[in-house]
């Protein structure tokens, strides 16, 4: 199967986070078709890691996610580019990576993996799952794929999620002397947080605050009694002193509940590969076990998430190429044999 087909049969299997059943049987069916073996690591009752090998000890693995965000976007293609969800992240990833191996395995080069995990987009799940696996330790490099436009990344950001809560008193709405608005509380909190100053790195730039969800109150005529924020913030430092701060901001005003968080990654650099550090977080701070990382993929974050999710063709062609390009450097001895 060529590297297009592949890419659009896996973007038809619908794999939202926590339903990746379906496409990691397809691809244990794949790989085994290929003369791998393959290994279905539980995750959950719906969800199962791929593992595939040729040896017992892969010094070399390739990896990304099988899962994607909502909702499901079945593919299209015109000459240039096939749209669709996972198009770009991950899907045409694990379609280059795969073509890649079949290109190394072709010439002699077995000592390779393939790792695929499940809900990368909402928690690591099968990251932190996989990163317990027997092979991990006897691993040296992990390439990962995220849409990086085929740079190496050479560093990504961490990720902090929490909530924010706050408590007030319920009373009617024309009398609001006689309560007090969880919601203004939480207003002013966040309002502190904009304007708070976050450590900074100069390797990795800038630490960055979403207020992504804002929830509270029961209804217009009613002094909101109860009110909720979540945050994501883009980590460039460890979190201990960007939790300290917001802390030090939200006092007794509110509670804090932590959702997760992974630190700001330092990746593995290699020379004669354009290079960049990347603002997004991935699967690599949650598979520590796997050697010294590197992050390499087709694609554009920026497209990546969207209704409009793409990845051109010639993109998908070139991380092939890439891949096939990192192995070969990170397995140097080989060429000295040859």
Not at 103 to 112: C, H, K, T
Not at 205 to 221: Q, S
Not at 306 to 326: N, Q, R, S
């Amino acid at each position: 199967m060529g590297l297009f087909e592949l890419t659009k049969s896996l973007m038809s299997i619908p794999s939202v986070s926590g339903d990746e059943k379906a496409v990691g049987l397809y691809l244990r069916d794949h790989l085994e078709s290929l003369g791998w073996t393959v290994e279905l690591q539980a995750v959950s009752e719906n969800q199962n890691n791929v593992i595939a090998y040729l040896n017992d000890s892969p010094r070399v693995w390739l990896s990304t996610h099988m899962d994607t965000v909502p909702p499901f976007i079945p593919p299209t293609e015109d000459e240039d580019k096939i749209y669709g969800r996972g198009a770009c992240d991950a899907k045409g990833i694990i379609a280059a990576q795969i073509t890649a191996a079949e290109q190394l395995r072709a010439v002699g080069i077995e000592d390779i993996g393939l790792l695929f995990t499940v809900e990368e987009e909402r928690a690591s799940t099968g990251a932190k799952v996989a990163n317990v696996h027997p092979m991990a330790t006897r691993c040296q490099f992990l390439i990962n794929g995220e849409p990086t436009d085929n740079d190496l990344a050479i560093g990504s950001k961490g990720t902090f999620r929490l909530n924010i809560r706050t408590a007030g008193k319920a009373a009617h709405s024309a009398y609001p002397e006689e309560g007090e608005s969880a919601i203004e509380k939480l207003l002013d909190i966040l309002d502190d947080i904009r304007h708070t100053r976050f450590p900074n790195d100069d390797f990795f730039g800038e630490t960055t605050v979403n207020i992504g969800t804002i929830e509270g109150g029961v209804a217009l005529n009613v002094i909101p009694p109860v009110a909720e924020a979540g945050l994501a913030i883009r980590l460039t430092t460890k979190r201990e002193p960007i939790e300290e701060a917001v802390r030090n901001v939200v006092r007794d005003r509110g509670e804090i509940e932590i959702l997760s968080a992974s630190e700001p990654v330092r990746m593995h650099e290699v020379e004669g590969f354009r290079q960049k550090v990347v603002r997004f977080t991935t699967d690599i701070p949650h598979l520590p076990n796997w050697g010294q990382p590197l992050l390499l993929g087709p694609g554009s974050i920026l497209v990546a998430h969207t209704k409009d999710e793409f990845v051109l063709k010639e993109d998908l062609g070139t991380a092939v190429d890439l891949y096939v390009a990192l192995v070969n450097r990170l397995l140097p001895h080989r060429n000295n044999e040859t």
